[in-house]
């Protein structure tokens, strides 16, 4: 293993935010918990990681995207040339950067990336972010990685359960503490209950529907609502004017959730990995909307805030205006209620993630070479066994 002072770790993922958010709070912990660290992230040249690892001061060196194809076709027969073209990518990497170890958050990038590592047995060390695990880190964790998960329910190899590496800018935050100037911020009556609606950066239709159609019993119950479209996704009234109803204002992009999750009494969102666990974490009161394609992993996300009282859950195709008449107009109006919420989803939430997963990255470090390779595999310098 190098030096203390020249360790290098290499984070592999990328393709999403939540996959390219936790990578990033694994990389600032490991640089406070070990000052002059070497970091290098590695994604795809198409990934959103392109823009946002850079941005955030972290290095990054890309390799072929490979995706595994569901049923079969021509993509499927071409798979192991591609694949073997990233795997050998991966070890270029891997061995320019003098890697001690890895560390997977999952994505198309990751696979590869795990098969080069265990050939050169730099240990590996995984976080899954969703409840159902995604093929990538699966393929890891049979690889011999060291797996963390988001998700208690979570079951992948032998893992343990440190929650979601996120911003310290939210799991710092005191939500009491900062709601004043998070409404101040946000343009919100600092009296008045405040629903705030999202649907992440790209913003969900569904859910933009039925709160442009409810906005008037919102406003009728005395509820302000932050309607928080996505970009290119504003709404409008039947004239193509922008939205206009007391109480309601809306916005593409709110730069900062925290400020988001300080100035609402309920947040209402898809149930992205993510969001369940931030929510969870500053403690804020959630009805969550999953997304309704897919493999149902967003309805797993939330069913442990569900279960615990903290958060309520209605499929999509459910929810309408007159869900919302039932169910969110009653609940903004009993602070009771919310203050209960509010408590359970504390209780479930885990503030310290980033500092698990650094932990769990030098403890791997520490232990270069511990797992068993096949014989004649070489180590991460070139040197058979």
Not at 138 to 162: D, I, N, P, Q
Not at 193 to 203: F, H, K, N, W
Request: proline share 6%; hydrophobic share 45%; with cysteine.
């Amino acid at each position: 293993m190098n030096t203390e002072s020249s360790l290098s770790v290499v984070l592999a993922g990328g393709g999403t935010a939540g996959h390219i958010s936790p990578l990033l709070a694994i990389a600032n912990a490991l640089r406070e918990a070990r000052p002059g660290v070497r970091l290098l992230a590695v994604g795809t040249p198409a990934g959103m990681e392109a823009r946002l690892v850079p941005a955030a001061g972290v290095d990054l060196a890309t390799i072929s995207r490979v995706p595994f194809p569901r049923r079969p076709s021509m993509d499927l027969l071409r798979l192991p040339g591609r694949l073997a073209g990233a795997v050998k990518q991966a070890g270029v990497i891997l061995d320019d950067a003098h890697a001690d170890v890895l560390v997977g958050v999952g994505g198309y990038v990751c696979t590869p990336m795990y098969l080069a590592a265990r050939c050169r047995r730099i240990p590996i060390v995984i976080h899954e972010a969703n409840t159902r695990p995604g093929l990538a880190n699966r393929v890891g964790a049979l690889l011999g990685g060291r797996v963390a998960v988001a998700f208690a329910a979570t079951r992948l190899g032998g893992s343990r359960h440190v929650g979601m590496p996120m911003r310290k800018e939210i799991s710092g935050l005191d939500r009491a503490a900062a709601r004043s100037a998070a409404r101040e911020a946000l343009g919100l009556d600092p009296d008045r209950p405040a629903l705030i609606v999202t649907g992440g950066s790209s913003g969900a239709q569904s859910i933009n529907r039925t709160i442009a159609a409810s906005v008037g019993l919102l406003a009728e119950a005395g509820i302000q609502t932050l309607h928080i479209t996505g970009r290119g996704k504003a709404v409008h009234d039947a004239d193509g004017k922008p939205l206009t109803a007391p109480g309601y204002q809306q916005r593409e992009y709110v730069d900062g959730m925290e400020t988001v999750y300080a100035a609402a009494d309920l947040l209402l969102a898809r149930s992205g990995a993510a969001t369940v666990c931030e929510v969870a974490a500053v403690g804020l009161p959630a009805v969550f909307v999953p997304l309704p394609i897919g493999n149902g992993e967003q309805a797993l996300n939330a069913a442990g805030l569900v279960d615990a009282g903290a958060a309520l859950l209605v499929e999509d195709r459910l929810f309408s205006p007159d869900w919302v008449r039932a169910n969110i107009i009653p609940l903004l109006q009993d602070p009771g209620r919310l203050a209960r919420m509010a408590d359970a989803a504390e209780h479930l939430g885990i503030r310290d993630a980033d500092r698990r997963m650094a932990d769990l990255v030098l403890g791997a470090a520490a232990s270069d070479g511990a797992r068993p390779a096949p014989a004649g595999t070489p180590d991460k310098h070139g040197r058979k066994r």
